[in-house]
């Protein structure tokens, strides 16, 4: 212990017992009953000025939220769509339906962009590529010589986004599983 500590001890009852005297209540007393405004603008002014805080942080806070939000796209995952006078009639019936296919497990995919925006956003970008080789392969058709390996092509790019979506929806299962299984493990524990 320190020699301070020792002297509030030893004289414990004599601090405890020392009150201000009358005059210096007065005093007090006096100050407040001449100036009464004093201490009522005071408060006042740090109401106000709370106040004035509080609304300039909640527009502050508008203004970056709406800032921030962008509209939601009504899919950011490029839908395959074909022209059909550039593919031949052979081929436009099997076209049509690996479309849509395509377009059904976008929707589906699409599901997971409010769950996990990060892992939606990379199959997005993973889609966008073949989508991306895909367009270019029908940009070339036509007057292109070779115009049935292009169109083999396509067929195939359009058959790899499929599998890649099916891959994309087994993973995205797969996560809501373990989160399920996580979820029921942990309100077991509790």
């Not at 020792?6 to 004599?14: L, Q």
């Not at 070339?140 to 092509?153: K, S, Y």
Request: overall charge negative.
């Amino acid at each position: 212990m320190s020699r301070i500590e020792n002297m509030i001890r030893e004289n414990r009852e004599a601090f405890d017992s020392y009150e201000p005297g009358t005059q210096v209540w007065d005093n007090i007393q006096k100050n407040l009953e001449t100036k009464p405004g004093k201490l009522t603008t005071l408060k006042r002014s740090v109401w106000k000025g709370a106040a004035a805080a509080a609304v300039f942080l909640v527009a502050v806070t508008t203004w970056y939220q709406l800032k921030e939000t962008k509209p939601p796209a009504k899919d950011s995952i490029a839908v395959t769509e074909v022209p059909e006078e550039n593919v031949p009639d052979e081929y436009a019936d099997e076209v049509y339906h690996f479309t849509k296919l395509i377009n059904l497990k976008h929707k589906e995919l699409q599901k997971l962009q409010k769950e996990d925006p990060a892992l939606y956003e990379q199959f997005a970008g993973d889609i966008k590529m073949l989508d991306s080789s895909y367009h270019s392969l029908q940009e070339q058709i036509p007057g292109n010589p070779n115009r049935e390996t292009l169109i083999q092509a396509m067929i195939q790019n359009l058959q790899l986004q499929i599998e890649l979506l099916n891959k994309q929806l087994i993973i995205t299962e797969q996560i809501k599983q373990q989160k399920t299984k996580n979820h029921a493990s942990a309100y077991k524990t509790i």
